[in-house]
């Protein structure tokens, strides 16, 4: 069974930096883009980030840009999310999710529909 499953997220203050990895398992990670989301309470879940298979390509939404980093290890199967530069707004569940077909690239644009399975989430909090 594909299962994905996040962690790294926590309590930082502004201007802090985390990093969130994404773990594959049942699947071969490598042969999927993988995408960040996530999910502010009283919010939709919005996109952040996306890398496509050997990961020679990245995307970000514009309010990270700049700040966060997307990378992955096909070999480890994983896929973290360096998050540098926190501010409040960026608090909130983050998310992984592959892209639903192999072999294609990051979709444009990023709907959810996209994107499945999903990880549990991880909880980032951003606070003085």
């Known amino acids: 069974q594909a299962q994905l499953m996040e962690s790294g997220g926590g309590v930082v203050p502004p201007g802090g930096s985390l990093t969130l990895s994404c773990t594959a398992s049942?699947?071969?990670?490598?042969?999927?883009?993988v995408a960040w989301f996530r999910q502010a309470p009283g919010h939709e879940r919005e996109w952040v980030a996306c890398i496509t298979i050997l990961g020679t390509r990245q995307e970000y939404a514009d309010s990270i840009k700049g700040r966060f980093t997307i990378s992955r290890n096909n070999a480890e199967n994983t896929v973290s999310l360096q998050m540098n530069s926190l501010l409040p707004e960026d608090t909130g569940t983050y998310y992984c999710?592959?892209?639903?077909?192999?072999?294609?690239?990051?979709?444009?644009?990023?709907?959810?529909?996209?994107?499945?399975?999903w990880g549990q989430g991880t909880q980032v909090t951003v606070s003085a």
């Open positions: 049942g699947f071969t990670l490598g042969s999927y883009a």
């Open positions: 999710a592959r892209r639903a077909t192999d072999r294609g690239g990051c979709p444009d644009p990023p709907l959810t529909t996209f994107f499945r399975p």
